[in-house]
């Protein structure tokens, strides 16, 4: 059977775990990171390559640059454990800095602009992980999933707030598609809450084209065993090739 294209645009920015081979102490870099199971499995988890061209994958670990973040804000000194990223000396600091700004940082926004160029592709989601454990118990209702675009709860601007990254209908509208192909599964389907998005779709404001964030509970993905389970990532792959599909036919992209 042939698929056609799904005309939209994915990014991750949490499953890199490469050590850029400028820094020099990368070797020992590598082997300290802590890499979180739940983001590690989000390329698995989109494995559309078959349907898809619009697929961007940072592949330098967020430890060492936060691709979510604005570009005074994606280097930090040190690891979540406290390892020094770079040199003491502080003007090497400042040109491995802008050696990784132009040769990584500057290079995958780029390719995210050249995505967002081509005419057949029409709308941009990026894919997270976030911590449902750290929510309050007995918070209702339970986030499974949250939907993002710098909106209130509703998806509209909010009062204090800029402007939305999609129009709150459309958000309104993909709502309703991850709520009815998640209905067999408790937790619900919620606007801008926990999370009302990142920098990431924030700077790509229309009318280029709409962006949200798909932000998915951790718990979707872990087992009790604190280890990601294959099959739940098999399910969830199946679930949102047919949401991604549906939200197409919904704006008639396909």
């Known amino acids: 059977m042939i698929h056609r294209r799904?005309?939209?645009?994915?990014?991750?920015?949490?499953?890199?775990q490469d050590v850029p081979p400028e820094l020099p102490d990368a070797a020992r870099l590598k082997e300290i990171l802590v890499h979180d199971p739940a983001e590690q499995a989000l390329p698995k988890i989109f494995d559309f390559s078959h349907?898809?061209?619009?697929?961007l994958i940072a592949g330098i670990s967020p430890e060492i640059i936060a691709w979510d973040a604005p570009p005074d804000d994606a280097f930090s000194d040190k690891l979540k454990d406290k390892s020094e990223i770079y040199p003491l000396?502080?003007?090497?600091?400042?040109?491995l800095r802008q050696t990784l700004y132009e040769k990584y940082y500057m290079t995958f926004y780029h390719q995210l602009s050249q995505i967002q160029a081509q005419e057949d592709v029409k709308a941009?989601?990026?894919?997270?992980?976030?911590?449902?454990?750290?929510l309050a118990r007995g918070t209702h209702p339970r986030p499974l999933l949250?939907?993002?675009?710098?909106?209130?709860?509703?998806g509209e601007k909010q009062s204090m707030g800029g402007s939305?990254?999609?129009?709150?209908?459309?958000?309104?509208?993909?709502?309703?598609?991850?709520?009815?192909?998640?209905?067999d599964m408790p937790g619900s389907v919620l606007l801008n809450t926990?999370?009302?998005?990142g920098y990431l779709i924030g700077c790509q404001q229309p009318p280029k084209m709409p962006w949200f964030g798909l932000?998915?509970?951790?718990?979707?993905?872990?087992?009790?065993?604190?280890?990601?389970?294959?099959?739940?990532?098999?399910?969830?792959?199946?679930?949102?090739?047919?949401?991604?599909?549906m939200i197409s036919k919904v704006y008639a992209w396909l």
């Open 215 to 245: 932000h998915i509970a951790r718990s979707l993905l872990i087992t009790g065993q604190a280890a990601v389970s294959e099959k739940r990532i098999e399910n969830l792959r199946d679930r949102f090739e047919t949401i991604l599909v």
């Open 51 to 55: 349907r898809m061209d619009a697929l």
């Open 6 to 16: 799904i005309p939209l645009c994915l990014t991750m920015t949490q499953a890199g």
């Open 164 to 183: 939305t990254t999609c129009l709150p209908e459309m958000l309104r509208d993909v709502r309703d598609v991850f709520s009815a192909c998640f209905a």
């Open 146 to 154: 949250c939907l993002a675009n710098h909106g209130d709860l509703y």
């Open 89 to 95: 000396e502080k003007k090497s600091r400042k040109q």
């Open 194 to 197: 926990p999370i009302s998005g």
């Open 124 to 134: 941009g989601i990026d894919c997270r992980v976030f911590d449902d454990s750290v």
